[in-house]
């Protein structure tokens, strides 16, 4: 069971870190993403890290002010600059190494329980 905390409301340009932390176990041998989702869209890749040999993905639309880390049994999405545009409900997942896509939603196998990210202009 993975659980997220972290959101909030910011001003644009502000920041915020999300948390991710899997309950009764780690992340190791398992690819971590985030996700995020507004009201009647899909599900959106944000980032993923490949937690042994911490290898990071980005979505174009945040790369250079996103960064997703390893801190000890937690993972870390840093959020800067943001834009009013990154309001949405924020998601962690995550799934066992093995030829699925990272950027695709229905590759994960856990998820948390989503955590609302506000940004104000």
């Known amino acids: 069971q993975l659980q997220a905390s972290g959101g909030g409301l910011v001003q644009a340009g502000g920041s915020l870190r999300l948390s991710c932390a899997a309950s009764?176990?780690?992340?190791?041998?398992?690819?971590v993403g985030w996700f995020r989702q507004t009201p009647g869209k899909e599900r959106e890749f944000v980032a993923a890290?490949?937690?042994?040999?911490?290898s990071t993905y980005y979505a174009d639309s945040v790369k250079g002010r996103f960064t997703i880390s390893r801190d000890n049994a937690k993972n870390l999405l840093q959020m800067n600059s943001l834009k009013p545009e990154d309001t949405a409900v924020y998601y962690c997942?995550?799934?066992?190494?093995?030829?699925?896509?990272?950027?695709?939603?229905?590759?994960?196998?856990?998820w948390g329980q989503g955590t609302q990210v506000t940004v104000s202009s």
């Open positions: 009764g176990g780690t992340f190791s041998s398992y690819v």
């Open positions: 890290i490949k937690w042994s040999v911490g």
């Open positions: 997942a995550s799934y066992k190494y093995g030829g699925r896509n990272h950027q695709t939603w229905e590759s994960y196998d856990y």
